[in-house]
Each structure stands twice: as C-alpha cells, then as structure tokens.
C-alpha cells in the first residue's frame, strides 16, 4: 500500500495510453531509458493472466478463477543480454510467449472482466516509485494514474499499426498475414473501447499524438518536449 508520506505514491508518472501498434511500448522504453525512470508494460500483466488462464484451462470469462490467477501470479520484467525486454513469471522466462496476436486476443478478453481489473490495480500502481515511472496501456491516466504528470494518448492509423505489427512478428520469426492482423486489432480496438470497466479512450487531460507518420524518435522527442513543459 501507498500513502501520502510514501516517496512512491508522489512520484512523478508519464502514461502512454493508446490503440495496438500505435508504438507506446516501444516508445515507452525508449524514454524511461532516457529519463532512468522505471518503465510499466500493463498490457503484460493481462498477457499473463491470459496466457495462465489457457494453460490451467481457466474460461475467460471466469471473474472469480480468473482474479485468483491475477493475484497470486508473481511477475519480474527484467532485460535479455541482447537488450530486449524478459518477462518472468513465477520464476520461468515466458520469452515470446506474450507476443503472439493469440495472446493479445486473449488479454483483450480477459482485461474485459472487471475482477482482473481489480485484481492488477494495486499491483500496477506498486510499479511507481522515484525517479518517476512511464506507464504503457490502456487505462494507465483515466484509471491507473489519474495524477500523472503527463498524459499522452499515443494513436495512428490502424492500416500502420497492422503493417508495423506484421514487420515486427515477421522479425521474430511468426508466421503472419497483413490482411488477418489488420481484422485483429481492429477487432481487439473495438472490444478494448467498448468494455464496460476502463475503456480504452483518451482521459480529459490527455495529449493526443499520432504516430502515424512519425518515427519512433521523433514520437519520444514529442513526448520529451511536452514533459519539459510540464515540468
Ligand atoms: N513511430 C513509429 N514508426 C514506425 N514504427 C514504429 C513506430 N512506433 C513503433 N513502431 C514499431 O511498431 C511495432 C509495434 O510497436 P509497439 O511499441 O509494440 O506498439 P504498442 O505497444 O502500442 O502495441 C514495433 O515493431 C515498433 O518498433
Ligand atoms: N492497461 C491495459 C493494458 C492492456 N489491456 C488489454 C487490452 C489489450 O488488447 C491487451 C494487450 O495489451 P498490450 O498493450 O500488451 O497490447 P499491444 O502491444 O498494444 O498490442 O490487454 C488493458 O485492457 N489495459
């Protein structure tokens, strides 16, 4: 738990909120490592509830099972020798497991039920602590942040966000299709804007910025340049 006279709670916080492939992973990286602030990928955290729903055949749509699954799942995000990001969960590397579009198709489905919502919330906002935090999602400045320092909601055309995600998979090794990836994200925009809990949407206070026809540099310059504003 935080409090007022917890360094933590007051820590400054940047939230990239925002569609599939619009670049807030990415670019969320990128600046956290240039600021040396801690870095939150949220959307890890419903991947793994997903992926550990799908290997104890837990329903996605089971609130009670699944919440359990949130809570008692431990997590470390740690770094690859070759400088790529490693999720460990309950002590085993889960490597690219998460980063199949099956996993976020699964995440997006259970991030719809509010008791995993609950269940991540607190474990989410322990990511904060001094020097400051930058916090990739969906959610991160309406529900997760509301205090953040600055809010960006981080968006681009979701023809770009599909070829981007095709070059990336590609890159991994994946066998993928344009035409399908661009049917999923926009399947899994319209089921993220649309939940009841926590939708996918911009706060009042956030900063919109398509990427679209931006490089991921530029998009962090941007992002550099309203924090200094801010601060
Ligand atoms: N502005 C950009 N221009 C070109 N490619 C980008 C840009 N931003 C991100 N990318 C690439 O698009 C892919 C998806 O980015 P990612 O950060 O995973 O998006 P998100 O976290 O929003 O789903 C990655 O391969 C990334 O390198
Ligand atoms: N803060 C968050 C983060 C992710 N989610 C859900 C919705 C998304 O479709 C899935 C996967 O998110 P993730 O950020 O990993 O996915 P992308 O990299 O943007 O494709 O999880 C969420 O509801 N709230």
Redo the contacts with the bound molecule.
């Keep these: 738990m935080t409090d007022n006279t917890d360094p933590r709670a007051s820590a400054p916080v940047v939230t990239l909120d925002?569609?599939?492939?619009?670049?807030?992973?990415?670019?969320?990286q990128v600046l956290a490592a240039r600021l040396g602030w801690y870095f939150l990928d949220s959307?890890a955290l419903y991947r793994l509830v997903g992926l550990l729903a799908h290997e104890t055949a837990v329903r996605l749509d089971d609130g009670p099972q699944l919440a359990r699954l949130a809570q008692e799942m431990h997590v470390d995000f740690g770094v690859n020798p070759a400088g790529t990001p490693r999720v460990v969960l309950n002590g085993v590397d889960v490597g690219d497991r998460l980063r199949t579009e099956e996993a976020g198709d699964r995440a997006s489905r259970v991030a719809a039920v509010p008791e995993v919502r609950q269940a991540l919330l607190e474990k989410q906002r322990a990511f904060r602590r001094p020097p400051g935090l930058v916090a990739?999602g969906r959610d991160m400045g309406t529900t997760v942040f509301p205090d953040a320092l600055l809010k960006v909601f981080?968006t681009?055309s979701a023809e770009q966000?599909a070829e981007?995600?095709y070059?990336?998979l590609k890159e991994k090794g994946f066998d993928v299709n344009l035409a399908r990836l661009l049917e999923e994200i926009r399947e899994r925009d319209a089921r993220d804007a649309a939940r009841a809990v926590s939708p996918l949407r911009p706060a009042a206070d956030a900063q919109v910025l398509d990427?679209s026809d931006?490089?991921?540099s530029?998009?962090v310059d941007r992002i550099e340049g309203l924090l200094h504003e801010r601060r």
């Design positions: 925002g569609p599939s492939g619009s670049g807030k992973g990415t670019v969320g959307g990739d981080v681009a966000r981007r995600r070059k990336q990427t931006l490089s991921i530029e998009v």
